[in-house]
C-alpha cells in the first residue's frame, strides 16, 4: 500500500572526510530542520544504519565501499551481493537498494544504494545520486515496514562525490531531493521511485547549479472492487 505524506521519526546524520562536501550541504540544507552536518568518518557514527554508496553488482572495492568493508570484515559484501542476487537477479539497479544486517552493534544495518553501474564510473551528467539518495530512504521504510522501530538513525556520505565525480553542489541538492521525497512519501516498488524521480528532473541540467527540486509525489491511487 502507498501511503502520502509519511512523516518519519529518523535522525538523518550527513557526514564525510570533504570539507567542500560539507560546506554544500549546508547550503542545500540550510532550511532544513532535523539534519546533522559534519565533518568526518561514517565509522564514527553510532546509528543503526550506513548508507555506502555501491555499484550495481555489490563490489565492495573502492571508495566508500571499500572503507565499509574493511571495517565490518569481508562478510559484509556476501550479504550485500546475496541480497542483490535474492532480489533483483544480480545486478542492482540505480534508484533501488539492499538493506542487510551488519553483524555488528553499531551499525546494525548497512544500507547499499548504487550511484553507478561499474565501478569508478563518472556520473557527473546523470541524475543518479538523486535516485541512489531516494532509493536509500526508500530501503528505511521497507526495513521499518517489516520491523517497526528498526532503524531509527542512520549517516550517509556525500554520494556520488567521489569516484562518481558529481561536484559537490550538485550533490548536495541531488540529496536533498532525496531526503524531502523520503519525508512525503513511500513508493510501492523502485519501478515506481525512478519513474517518479525521471520524470521530474529529466532537464535538470539546464538549471542553476543553486537550484533544489522538490519531486511531487504521485497522486493517491484509489482502490476499486
Not at 574493511?70 to 551481493?81: C, D, E, N, S, T
Not at 513511500?186 to 543553486?210: H, M, N
Request: proline share 5%; aromatic share 6%.
Amino acid at each position: 500500500m502507498t501511503v502520502d505524506r509519511v512523516q518519519p521519526s529518523l535522525r538523518v546524520v550527513l557526514t564525510d572526510v570533504n570539507t567542500t562536501v560539507v560546506e554544500a550541504w549546508r547550503a542545500a540544507f540550510a532550511d532544513t530542520p532535523g539534519i546533522e552536518i559534519r565533518e568526518g568518518s561514517i565509522l564514527d557514527e553510532q546509528v543503526d544504519a550506513w548508507v555506502s554508496p555501491t555499484n550495481s553488482r555489490g563490489r565492495m572495492d573502492g571508495g566508500v565501499d571499500a572503507v565499509i568493508k574493511r571495517h565490518l570484515g569481508a562478510g559484509i559484501q556476501l550479504k550485500v551481493q546475496r541480497a542483490i542476487r535474492s532480489r533483483f537477479a544480480g545486478s542492482l539497479p540505480v534508484g533501488s537498494a539492499v538493506c542487510v544486517p551488519s553483524g555488528a552493534v553499531n551499525p546494525k544495518f548497512l544500507i547499499s544504494a548504487p550511484t553507478m553501474e561499474a565501478s569508478s564510473q563518472n556520473v557527473s551528467e546523470t541524475l543518479n545520486v538523486a535516485l541512489a539518495c531516494a532509493a536509500a530512504f526508500q530501503a528505511i521504510h521497507e526495513q521499518n515496514r517489516k520491523a517497526t522501530g528498526s532503524i531509527t538513525s542512520v549517516a550517509l556520505v556525500g554520494m556520488g562525490a567521489q569516484t562518481g565525480r558529481v561536484p559537490a553542489r550538485v550533490c548536495a541538492n541531488l540529496m536533498w531531493t532525496g531526503y524531502t521525497l523520503f519525508n512525503d512519501f513511500q513508493f510501492e516498488d523502485y519501478d515506481e521511485l525512478r519513474g517518479t524521480i525521471t520524470a521530474q528532473l529529466d532537464d535538470i541540467e539546464k538549471a542553476p547549479v543553486e537550484q533544489r527540486v522538490r519531486i511531487a509525489p504521485p497522486a493517491r491511487r484509489t482502490s476499486r472492487r
